[in-house]
């Protein structure tokens, strides 16, 4: 019954892969957001979905591509993978715009 | 963008101890969430409080949103409390979240 669920949790992998993480949320909500929590720990908006519409896209590198097959799902691609894009990375979902966010357990990626 | 400021940036408490955080921002908000980030790196939940106060078992949080800060109170701690407090505000405009840098708590036996 878990409200908003991502794969993998960990994630590992070489400079250069191509990589996807995938968010799912059975609570029926419209919008979807993916954070990235830096080394600092840090907390950082890059995408949000409003019904499968982009409407957040913060000053990210273009090798990220999120991707909205259906409202429950935003899922994230990260092209020629970088040391810099180790992070947590985050997904959330809520009803509306202006309203409470749950987050989802995180993915942790780690760049060799 | 809007700026988010939670102090002490690290506290660490005797179990049974009670404490207060605090986030500034700084300006209007729409909404404001606590969260609680455990070691396992779970962001869990706390309250969402554009205004107001709430309270849940051991928590409870204020927001005076016209002063433009909020307030998380943790009574009497347990180890379980240990982890990261984050404050998030959210304007209006692009509907995300800005997070404050939290507070590192960490509560002794």
């Known amino acids: 019954d878990t409200a908003v669920s991502q794969t993998p949790k960990y994630l590992v992998t070489q400079m250069g892969n191509d990589k996807s993480i995938k968010c799912e949320q059975n609570?029926?909500?419209?919008?979807m957001y993916w954070y990235k929590q830096d080394s600092k720990k840090f907390l950082k908006i890059m995408f949000s979905?409003?019904?499968?519409?982009?409407?957040i896209n913060e000053t990210v590198p273009n090798r990220f591509s999120p991707k909205s097959p259906d409202k429950a799902h935003l899922n994230l691609h990260i092209n020629s993978l970088e040391l810099g894009d180790s992070a947590v990375y985050f997904c959330?979902?809520?009803?509306?715009?202006?309203?409470?966010?749950?987050f989802g357990p995180g993915t942790r990626l780690t760049v060799l | 963008g809007i700026q988010v400021e939670q102090s002490p940036p690290d506290l660490i408490l005797q179990e049974g101890a009670n404490s207060t955080l605090r986030c500034n921002f700084s300006?209007?908000?729409?909404?404001l969430q606590w969260f609680h980030q455990n070691p396992w790196g779970q962001l869990i939940n706390l309250f969402y409080i554009p205004s107001g106060t709430k309270q849940n078992g051991r928590l409870s949080a204020t927001t005076v949103a016209t002063e433009r800060y909020s307030l998380l109170y943790i009574s009497s701690s347990q180890t379980t409390d240990s982890g990261v407090y984050f404050c998030a505000v959210e304007r209006g405009s692009g509907y995300a979240l800005n997070f404050g840098k939290g507070t590192s708590l960490l509560v002794t036996p």
């Open positions: 300006d209007s908000v729409n909404n």
């Open positions: 959330a979902s809520s009803q509306g715009l202006v309203v409470e966010q749950f």
């Open positions: 979905y409003n019904n499968k519409e982009l409407i």
């Open positions: 609570l029926g909500h419209d919008t």
